[in-house]
Every structure is written in C-alpha cells, then in structure tokens.
C-alpha cells in the first residue's frame, strides 16, 4: 500500500510518499519521497517556537512540498492518506489536517490521523540502521523530545503500556533552556552536544533527579535549575568553563535516562530498547544507551540520525500502523494527545 503522510505538529513541514506493506506484526517500508522543511531558522531570534509563525509557514510550505512530491513520483499513486493530528501546537496540526482533508477531497481517497508520538516510536523501522534485524518483544521504549519523556512497556508493536514520563520539563526542553541560560541557540539540544564536546563531564556534580527512586518516572527542571544556580554563583568566575557545564549537565541527563530505562528493562525482562524522539539524535545518550542495552542482552534500536527530528516518513508509518491496529483518531488536532 502507498501512503502519503503529512506532519507539522511542530516547527518542520514533513510530506512523505511511503510504499508498506507486512502488517502490523513486521511492516516493510520503502520511502518513495520524504521532505522535511524546517523552521528553525525563523524560530530562532524568538528562541523558541512561536505558534502563529509556524501556522503561517505551515501554509505556505505545504503546497510547495506537495508539488515537489507529485514531481518526484509520476504519477503520483496512493491508498491512504495520514496527518498528525497531536500532540503539538494546535494552530499548526490544523494546517496539516485541513490541507490533508483537501487532497483527500480531491483524490477521493480515505484520512486516517496519525499520533506524533507513534511517529518517533515505529521510526525505527524506516530504513537505515535497524538493517532488517527483526525485534524481539517484550520491549523498553525511550521517548525523548522536546514535549515528552516517557518510557513505554511494549508487548508487540500494538499493545503497550506506559511506565512511567516526566513529572516536570521533558529532557529535549531541559536542553533548550540550558542553551538558552549559555547563551546558545535554538533548538539547544545539538548546540550543548557540540559545546559538551570541548569540557569535562565530570567536573561539575550536577544533581541526577529521581535516578534512585522505585518508578519510571523522571524530573529534569531540579537539574535545569541547578544548573541556573551555578552559572548565577560562578558566572564571574574567570575560571568558568562553559563546556564544563554543558558538558556536566548532558551527562547528569544521559545518566538518568540510562539508569532508569536499564532499569525498567531489567525489571520487565526486556529483549530490545527502542531510543527515538528529537533527544535520540545525542550521540552520547545513543552510544550509553546502547552499550548498556547490549550489557544486559538487550537488543538496542535507533532511528538513523534523518529521522529523529521530526518528519513525514515516520508519521506515514503510524498512519499505517493506527490503520492496520484499526485505532482511530478523531479527525481534529489535539494538542495533548497521548501515547
Ligand atoms: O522530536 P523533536 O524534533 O520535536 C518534538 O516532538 O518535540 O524534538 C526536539 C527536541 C528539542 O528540544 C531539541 O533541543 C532536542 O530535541 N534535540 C537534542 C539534540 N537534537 C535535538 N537534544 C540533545 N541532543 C541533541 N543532539
Ligand atoms: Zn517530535
């Protein structure tokens, strides 16, 4: 079946054309088209998201995309089309739900909504590093991005329960706002990667919240706001190493997120750990991750590094899995859909 998959839940326009066939028990994608293009740019003197802008580009992006899609594939076939309907900025699912809506209008073909978070969760399965290696369940999933952080318990790709998720800020917004606190830019996840690079992880005792604590669940605005504490009692320090401190504060997150999902997995006698979500493209968490995964006999997956950030092609992959699982989601953008 080919579908063709929109997403702008966020600060990316995503328009992909996927060929999938298998089933929700072991889906087979090829990607067709799959362009992405990014805000960032125009967020970044905000520092941040500004919904209306994205709503706007939103607009103006899609079309644009959809054309060069139909340019790429002549002629353009599909089945199915999907969108995200959440979570995200709800002005600007609203641009991707009306301009689905038309396409499926026009080319009389069935709208089935797709969940952004199921996006990053199947993105594994896009072509790249998994390198047809099948998974085994029971499964630990690490969801890591700018809205959430959540650890699923899965028993197949379409029964799961969640363990446990942030009780504050998720861990993608911990790293913007330190950037933001360095003075770096937006989105501040890969600008403290970059910076983490050239300091020394360990010279600054960053506390680890809740690492010890029985459940799943996970803190990071205590880390965040020591790391404000630091920088207000030692930002005249002629010794104040900024790398130090991002270098300090990505390893107190990563050493979280490691133990804690090592943990569950441990407990849930796991097979494999999936690691997806914008956060998953840090080299360091993906390399803990990973090495600590393999110890306990763990399969580890990843997404390949195109398809972290948001995208089409991960969300043609839920609308294809909500539709074979029969999952239905209303047509109409829902901003704290959950997982
Ligand atoms: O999944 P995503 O693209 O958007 C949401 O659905 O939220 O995630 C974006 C988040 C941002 O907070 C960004 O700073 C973070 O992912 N991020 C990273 C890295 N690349 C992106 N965080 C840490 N290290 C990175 N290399
Ligand atoms: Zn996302």
New binding site residues.
């Given amino acids: 079946m080919n579908i063709l998959s929109i997403e702008t ?2 600060d ?1 326009t995503g328009i992909a054309l996927l060929k999938i066939s298998g089933g929700v028990r072991a889906p087979k994608v090829t990607v067709l088209a799959d362009l992405v293009s990014s805000q960032i740019k125009i967020h970044r003197p905000f520092g941040g998201v500004v919904p209306n802008l994205a709503k706007r580009e939103h607009l103006k992006n899609l079309p644009i995309l959809f054309k060069r899609v139909q340019a790429k594939c002549k002629p353009l076939k599909f089945d199915l089309i999907t969108v995200t309907v959440g979570p ?1 900025l709800e002005p600007a699912l609203w641009t991707g739900i009306t301009f689905a809506q038309a396409l499926a209008k026009e080319y009389k073909k069935p709208l089935v909504g797709a969940n ?1 978070l199921e996006g ?1 969760l199947y993105s594994f399965l896009l072509p790249g590093l998994a390198g047809g290696r099948k998974i085994s369940f029971p499964t630990i999933a690490l969801i ?5 952080t959540i650890l699923l318990n899965m028993d197949s790709f379409s029964k799961w329960k969640r363990l446990g998720e942030t009780r504050d800020d ?4 911990a ?2 706002k330190v ?1 933001r606190m360095l003075d770096l830019d937006y ?4 600008e ?2 970059k910076l983490a690079k050239l300091g020394n992880a360990g010279a600054i005792a960053f506390p680890r919240p809740m690492i010890h604590d029985k459940n799943y669940d996970f803190s990071f605005s205590g880390l965040k706001t020591s790391v404000l504490y630091y920088l207000r009692d030692h930002g005249d320090d002629a010794s104040l190493s900024q790398a130090d401190v991002a270098a300090s504060f ?1 390893q107190a997150a990563v050493d979280v997120l490691v133990a804690k999902t090592i943990r569950a997995a441990k407990a849930t006698g796991a097979k494999s750990v999936i690691l997806c ?3 998953a ?3 360091k ?1 993906r390399s803990e991750l990973g090495k600590a995964s393999r110890k306990i006999g763990a399969q580890f997956f990843v997404p390949p590094f195109k398809y ?3 995208n089409g092609a991960m969300i043609g992959l839920a609308g294809y899995m909500a539709h074979e699982r029969k999952k239905r989601y209303k047509m109409a953008a829902n901003g704290n859909l959950e997982i």
């Fill in positions: 839940s966020c990316e995200g952004h990053h890591v991005s700018g809205g959430h998720a861990v993608g917004e790293f913007d950037a989105p501040g996840g890969p403290i990667e990505q979500g914008g956060v493209a840090n080299k968490l972290n950030m948001d």
